[in-house]
């Protein structure tokens, strides 16, 4: 089955600390746990699986498209941004996996890269909530929002935010 990535390499680029020249080979993969993970818990099964139809087809449009471009990229880049730090560093192959090392930089320790992740996840907190509330406040825009039933995954209408239960 095909998946649609709801972001691109640009949108990651554009809006984290990533480099340009970031293998998106490596990183396609923690956008798709992020998707997989929170923006589908977010959205919920049958608005998820329409935008998914709505993009592989390329019919993508109206309120639907202003959902992706306005919310849920923003939302999805933040937290493929913090799936991808604890594995930034590391490359693994047939041969084992290797620590990358630069001549001319240093590594983070593991408190540094923990510190950015809670960053992170607090700006993507941010922007999930501001999706939920979007969604909430807009569910006749998306009647598939409310329209989960038996082993869909329900949308998450409360995110948690810095700790805090909002």
Avoid: C
């Amino acid at each position: 089955m095909a998946v649609a990535l709801f972001i691109s390499k640009e949108d990651l680029i554009k809006k984290t600390p990533l480099s340009a020249n970031i293998d998106f080979d490596k990183v396609s993969h923690f956008i798709r746990i992020a998707q997989d993970i929170h923006v589908h818990q977010i959205l919920g099964s049958k608005l998820y699986d329409k935008l998914q139809a709505d993009i592989l087809g390329g019919t993508l449009s109206g309120d639907y498209e202003n959902l992706v471009e306005g919310f849920i990229k923003q939302t999805l880049v933040q937290f493929s941004f913090m799936e991808y730090l604890p594995f930034s560093q590391y490359t693994i192959s047939n041969k084992g996996v290797f620590k990358s090392t630069s001549e001319n930089s240093a590594l983070p320790s593991t408190q540094e890269i923990d510190s950015m992740r809670d960053a992170a996840r607090d700006t993507a907190d941010y922007y999930a909530k501001r999706l939920v509330d979007h969604l909430r406040h807009n569910d006749n825009l998306y009647p598939e929002y409310n329209t989960n039933t038996d082993e869909d995954v329900r949308p998450a209408k409360d995110i948690t935010f810095g700790g805090w239960h909002i």
